[in-house]
């Protein structure tokens, strides 16, 4: 498997946030993560891509605790989890993170350009452009616009072709269908299993079980950080109580 | 008359530009509030005191020396001293305090409170429309203008560039991009003081070198940084300039007052945030996570 987690677990101080998880995603897979609010899905995404790790470094002796993690995260046959986020970064895996969190007073060619930080070819650079530019259109008409002026859906692509501008080998995308109107949502998913079908494998972490679990290869329900649930989309739709109780179908 | 404070103005916006600028770039990099920033800047003024006067080297290898070891103390300060309690707000505020106090004493140790002179690279004058303006002015003026180019340039269009900027905007995203957060940091220490440090080797010829030089700039560098938007470093280039002439215009129209330079910049300052709190250029507070 591409990236495996292995018995994960992130305390904040005294909080469990994730207690036990482990998930895996292969090539070519679009693997979903459900679960209802605060059952620990941009955690996982966060202690996955190095954030915790650095914010544990960040707040390390502070007023407000201790984080500690355990488990271990291995990524391209590599252990992952012990490294900056930068070097994950390095490795392949990109996080698109929660709130798109464009630099916003970046034009859009920029913020491009800061996605492609790792690669140092120009002609490598050019390519990716192309090839992002392709998948969105509509960031080529906007090239110019300062990005912090898009409207939300705009917002979106962006986040998501900066993450692709360095070709990565896994792409983790956090909640991509916040605030976004319905025709929009669509049309992000679109364009999500568009960069699969691309041969960049996903992680997408959504609440938008009904049209993810049909697009997706498999998927793992989150709840109060612990996996309950995995399958494809008709495995666990036929659980009534699992249907119910947190996909809310 | 007009043309001595067109002039005096743009080399003084020009200096408070190269310390502002840099200030802001550490500030949004690290987060860091640099008091001792301007300090850096007073040093340096020192060292090419030092290198030229006293120890009679050439005024060229002189400028170099100069702005490469405050430069090297730069990163060392930033290394040893700020870097290990970074995410310390005030206690980095109150850690520069002690840098710059540093600075100060032991120059006064070493020079005493004397007010020390420099002499110039050049000398001599060019008549522009009948007013003599200095060699020392002219070039003064050049070298700032390009440096604040080489900056805008650098910030703009190179890889380097792009990766400040985007730190100094959201540091998460910059290390999810695969940027070297500290490494970033420590580049822009490097430059901002590099051009703290070009301010007070340009600064010596043309003012006095005494170990107190650093106060005022500090206040205008704030005030600056203030006005112009926090974190904003097209906000920081026009502030500067704003106040720069604001300084110039008062030591020009009003000779018995120019000691009221200050007051009237910050009068200003206080003009513009109460008409537009957020700066000239700075944006209206986001939540930032």
């Keep these: 498997m591409l990236l495996e987690v292995h018995h994960l677990s992130v305390c904040y101080d005294t909080a469990m946030i994730l207690n036990d998880l482990s998930l895996s995603v292969g090539e070519q897979e679009l693997v979903s993560v459900a679960g209802p609010n605060g ?10 891509s190095g954030l915790v790790r650095w914010e544990k470094e960040i707040l390390r002796g502070s007023r407000y605790g201790d984080i500690t993690i355990e488990g271990r ?7 992952i989890d012990q ?4 070097e994950i970064a390095e490795r392949g895996l990109l996080l698109c993170p929660e709130r798109r969190r464009p630099f916003r007073e970046m034009t859009v060619i920029e913020n491009l350009m800061a996605g492609a930080y790792l690669l140092k070819d120009k002609e490598a650079i050019k390519e990716h452009l192309l090839t992002v530019f392709r998948l969105f259109p509509v960031l080529k008409e906007r090239s110019r616009q300062v990005s912090g002026t898009l409207s939300g859906g705009e917002q979106q692509m962006l986040a998501i072709g900066r993450a692709l501008m360095s070709r990565p080998k896994l792409l983790c995308i956090d909640e991509p269908s916040t605030g976004l109107a319905p025709l929009l949502r669509k049309e992000v998913f679109q364009k999500i299993s568009e960069v699969r079908d691309s041969g960049i494998p996903v992680l997408l972490v959504e609440q938008e079980v009904s049209t993810v679990f049909k697009m997706a290869n498999r998927n793992y329900v989150l709840s109060s950080g612990k996996i309950i649930a995995e399958g494809t989309a008709q495995e666990l739709l036929q659980d009534e109580v699992l249907r119910k109780t947190y996909l809310g179908l | 008359m007009i043309e001595n404070i067109l002039i005096n103005g743009l080399i003084h916006g020009g200096v408070y530009a190269l310390l502002a600028i840099g200030f802001s770039l550490i500030f949004g ?3 860091i509030v640099n008091i001792a920033h301007t300090a850096f800047y007073m040093i340096a003024a020192y060292f090419i005191y030092t290198f030229s006067t006293r120890m009679g080297l050439h005024p060229l290898l002189a400028i170099l ?3 490469v070891i405050v430069t090297l103390i730069g990163m060392g300060v930033y290394q ?4 290990p309690i970074q995410e310390h707000e005030i206690t980095v505020l ?3 305090i002690a840098v710059a106090m540093v600075f100060q004493e032991t120059v006064l140790l070493i020079y005493g409170g004397h007010f020390r002179g420099n002499p110039g690279l050049l000398t001599g004058f060019l008549e522009i429309f009948g007013v003599r303006v200095s060699y020392q002015h002219l070039l003064t003026l050049i070298v700032v203008l390009f440096v604040l180019l080489i900056t805008w340039w650098i910030l703009l269009r190179t890889r380097l560039g792009i990766a400040i900027r985007a730190t100094a905007q959201d540091r998460e995203v910059a290390n999810l991009m695969g940027m070297n957060v500290h490494r970033i940091a420590m580049i822009t220490m490097a430059i901002a003081v590099m051009m703290a440090a070009i301010g007070g080797v340009l600064i010596a010829p043309l003012s006095v070198v005494e170990p107190y030089m650093w106060l005022h700039p500090l206040v ?3 005030a600056i940084v203030v006005l112009g938007g926090l974190g904003s470093i097209k906000g920081s280039l026009i502030g500067a300039f704003i106040l720069g002439f604001t300084e110039t215009l008062v030591v020009f129209l009003l000779p018995l007052g120019a000691f009221l330079k200050g007051a009237f910049s910050l009068m200003i300052m206080i003009v513009v945030l109460l008409l537009r709190p957020e700066g000239l250029f700075g944006v209206a507070f986001e939540e930032e996570r």
């Design chain 2, 80 to 83: 040893l001293s700020i870097k």
């Design chain 2, 220 to 222: 205008m560098v704030l």
């Design chain 1, 73 to 79: 995260v291995h990524f391209s046959g590599e252990r």
């Design chain 2, 65 to 67: 020396l100069s702005v």
């Design chain 1, 39 to 48: 059952a620990g899905k941009t955690t996982m995404l966060r202690a996955i």
């Design chain 1, 83 to 86: 490294l900056p986020a930068h």
């Design chain 2, 29 to 31: 990099v690290a987060r």
């Design chain 2, 94 to 96: 109150i850690i520069t």
